[in-house]
């Protein structure tokens, strides 16, 4: 059978593709996990600087539209409170969360997420 | 090369395969092996396709008829620009440069998220490369661009004359570009629910992503529409074919889909709904595939050997299955905690937008399959046509436009009257203005001259609203900044999101214009003309001068009418509109001559011609229709703008994984 120069390039590419994907499963690699599981008290702990930092865009967007006169005072006034309020729960919430994580460490979040 | 092109797409194949297998393995086992051997995959998917496709180009190059594919839509005489693009003509070819722009496509999202570490990530890299597998196995098993033909002939068929034309050099791969771009979402999409990471990272992740494809699909639509314009040579742009319906489907829903995903973000609302918004725009681009290669609709656009229909229509099946599954299943995950302050707000404005966008769709869905379903119950062909589209989505549209002007004023959560007040009172006012100016001048005889004066008032009214809104931004921030420009500089650059959207929004409302005008108020006459003789239409006269033939090459003759165009008795322009005859090909092609102003259109068309040198002239006058090309490039503009880089935003999202980090550090265990 004669090996032509094609065959030759096929089997170099595939050589060097079964090299590619095939040494991180013969090598030695350390005994890490690449993802960590999910824990219920990061993803809140996580939406909530997203909710929070939401909020804060939202107060500024606000201010900007009191300044270019888009929106009157009392209107300003009502909706900066009622979004405050909103993110004072927010914060609450975080503070409560960094507590508990300090004080038992990331091994109780799930107890105390059921509680 | 055409051998290694052969055996990379069949290797790239295999590796997919494996690479989907792969990341599902070293996610759901958490294994970092099988992990860091997947991530090689998606740079090795593209280099194997990439290979492919220069192998492919350079058959076209190098005019190798062996390839029947080459063969089929390609000559010796062709230029060289049109062989560059005759890689995408056919079937086979745009397949591959599917598969070509998916991976390219994935190697930049894997390359964007390689360092996250995200679950979500290998999920999302799955899908894509299954979705990368099904057109490889058509391209291996199904649709070869690589079949030979056993006696290569000496010259090939050549191009379709209907596709040398440079809007269809440039129309398909932005199309493509828009079509393909939506499965990064989706995959995203579809891997928060698998994954069960149903926060909004996902659209955090993909909202570029989609901003871009949206882009590129409003792109593809209009360079569409323009390669109707000059090349079909009907006068019109768009004809609600079900191949142009399946590009816009798909682009309605996306743009419902950029408006509520706002309010997920902003507060944390609609979850399903977005979720299943992201779904239907694949499922639609899917469709729309299906529609151009199924061979059941006969249109300009479809491809001529459409043999693939239950393939895709196997793959929309399997995603709607799949994706409706993994929502229901996820339906409690899904649930949202917060609901609408009031009706009267921004975010109530987003929703009717979104009904309105999806009733345009559905629409547009429903005209576009009926023909197919009345042909297969009833065995009677039925076409719906133009009428049919304009009655049920002008009134929507119209109701659409009021809104596009009415959101950026209307505050979130809860408009009070004085609020409403305050904003609508100027573009109201300047609105009816313009409506009473109007009113003497345009004609208003029958439904769509009516519906037109409606559409004028409502871009009168959207188009002072956006001004009021720039106006205003730039009047606050002039305070703190020397001069006007600089002033509306940093307003914009700190706002890009918001003020690139009302950009995108001014040109939206010049596409409104130019179609209403150009539908309502366009019109046309024809004449059998001797040499020196005239036909008027509107305020100009053309005279018919000459009619010259001209062998352009050997495969191509040009028949060319040569009219002197005269205004107020001033020659203004001067129209050579002409058929082309290709070898081979029984019918002529028109190409029509243009005297485009943002006012009007003065389109030529040489319609028939004898021995006599008398000549059948066809002249359309067609308002506006220059606002809809000016129109697309604003959105450009905008888009460029809101998918800017934001380095606040990116400061903002490294504070938030620095006080994640913090808190959740392993110190703290």
Redesign the interface.
């Known amino acids: 059978m004669n090996i032509t120069f ?1 065959h030759f ?2 089997l170099l ?2 050589t060097g ?1 079964i090299i ?6 013969f090598g030695k ?7 960590s599981k ?2 219920p008290v ?2 809140e ?3 909530l ?3 929070k ?2 909020l804060l865009l ?1 107060l500024k ?1 606000l201010e ?2 009191l ?6 005072i ?2 300003s006034d ?2 900066r409170s ?1 979004i405050e309020g909103e993110a004072i729960a927010i914060l609450e919430r975080i503070d409560e ?2 507590k508990n ?2 004080k038992h ?3 109780a979040s799930k107890n105390f997420l059921l509680a | 090369m055409n051998d290694i092109g052969e055996f990379t797409l069949m290797i790239a194949l295999a590796t997919s395969l494996y690479g989907t297998v792969a990341y599902v393995m070293a996610a759901r086992g958490n294994r970092i092996d099988l992990y860091l051997s997947a991530d090689k995959v998606p740079l090795i998917t593209w280099a194997c396709i990439m290979i492919s496709s220069i192998a492919l180009w350079k058959a076209f190059f190098t005019n190798d008829f062996s390839l029947q594919y080459v063969y089929a839509y390609s000559n010796i005489e062709l230029d060289y620009f049109y062989k560059f693009s005759s890689f995408w003509g056919g079937q086979k070819g745009s397949l591959l440069f599917w598969a070509l722009i998916l991976t390219s496509y994935m190697m930049v999202v894997h390359i964007q998220n390689r360092s996250k570490n995200l679950i979500v990530v290998p999920y999302a890299m799955a899908v894509m490369l299954a979705i990368t597998c099904f057109f490889l196995f058509l391209l291996n098993f199904s649709t070869n661009p690589f079949e030979r033909i056993p006696l290569p002939p000496e010259d090939g068929r050549g191009l379709n004359p209907l596709l040398q034309n440079y809007w269809m050099v440039i129309h398909p791969p932005t199309l493509y570009l828009g079509y393909v771009g939506f499965t990064v979402p989706f995959a995203f999409a579809m891997a928060a629910l698998i994954s069960k990471n149903l926060d909004d990272a996902w659209i955090r992740l993909t909202r570029k992503w989609t901003v871009v494809s949206w882009f590129f699909l409003c792109m593809g639509n209009l360079f569409g529409a323009s390669w109707a314009y000059v090349e079909l040579g009907w006068g019109g742009y768009w004809a609600w074919d079900p191949v142009e319906n399946a590009a816009f489907m798909p682009l309605i829903v996306a743009t419902a889909y950029l408006h509520s995903v706002m309010i997920q973000e902003k507060k944390d609302m609609m979850k399903v709904w977005n979720m299943s918004l992201i779904l239907l725009t694949f499922v639609m681009t899917i469709f729309g595939t299906f529609i151009t290669r199924s061979g059941l609709i006969q249109s300009v656009h479809t491809f001529d050997e459409a043999t693939l229909g239950y393939y895709f229509l196997g793959l929309l099946f399997f995603i709607i299955a799949v994706c409706t599954a993994l929502i229901i299943s996820r339906l409690p995950l899904l649930k949202s905690k917060n609901e609408l302050d009031s009706f009267l707000s921004r975010e109530a404005g987003f929703l009717f937008n979104n009904l309105l966008l999806l009733g345009i769709a559905f629409a547009t869905f429903w005209g576009t399959i009926f023909p197919i379903i009345s042909e297969a119950i009833r065995g009677v062909k039925i076409t719906v046509g133009p009428p049919f589209y304009n009655q049920v989505n002008v009134p929507i549209g119209l109701a659409l436009l009021a809104l596009i002007g009415i959101g950026p004023i209307i505050a979130w959560r809860k408009a009070t009257w004085s609020n409403l007040k305050k904003n609508f009172l100027k573009p109201l006012m300047f609105a009816l203005i313009g409506g009473a100016i109007l009113f003497p001048v345009v004609p208003l005889s029958n439904r769509s001259e009516i519906y037109t004066y409606i559409a004028f008032i409502l871009c009168i009214f959207v188009l002072s609203s956006m001004l009021i809104e720039f106006y205003k931004g730039t009047m606050a921030r002039y305070a703190s900044s020397e001069t006007y420009l600089g002033a509306l500089g940093s307003l914009i650059w700190n706002n890009k999101r918001r003020y690139g959207g009302y950009t995108v929004h001014i040109g939206v409302v010049m596409i409104y214009a130019g179609i209403a005008a150009s539908s309502s108020y366009g019109i046309h006459t024809e004449k059998r003309l001797k040499i020196g003789e005239t036909i008027e239409i509107r305020d100009y006269m053309l005279r018919y001068e000459k009619l010259a033939a001209i062998q352009a090459t050997s495969v191509k003759t040009r028949i060319i009418a040569q009219l002197a165009v005269e205004k107020d008795g001033k020659k203004i322009w001067t129209a050579r509109p002409e058929k082309e005859f290709y070898k081979g090909q029984n019918q002529p092609v028109s190409e029509v001559d243009v005297r485009s102003t943002l006012a009007s259109d003065l389109y030529v068309i040489l319609a028939d011609f004898s021995e006599d040198e008398s000549a059948t002239i066809k002249v359309y006058h067609n308002p506006m229709v220059k606002w809809l090309w000016t129109g697309g490039w604003i959105i450009a503009l905008g888009t460029m703008v809101c998918a800017w880089p934001d380095r606040l935003e990116q400061r903002r999202r490294l504070e938030r994984l620095k006080l994640q980090k913090i808190v959740f550090s392993p110190a703290q265990e």
């Open positions: 094609p390039i096929e590419l595939i593709i590619a994907i095939g040494i991180p499963l690699l350390p005994n890490t996990r690449p993802f999910i824990d990061e993803e702990f996580k939406h600087l997203v909710r930092e939401e939202s967007e900007v539209d300044q270019a006169d888009k929106i009157s009392e209107d009502a909706l009622k969360l960094k994580i300090k460490g990331r091994s």
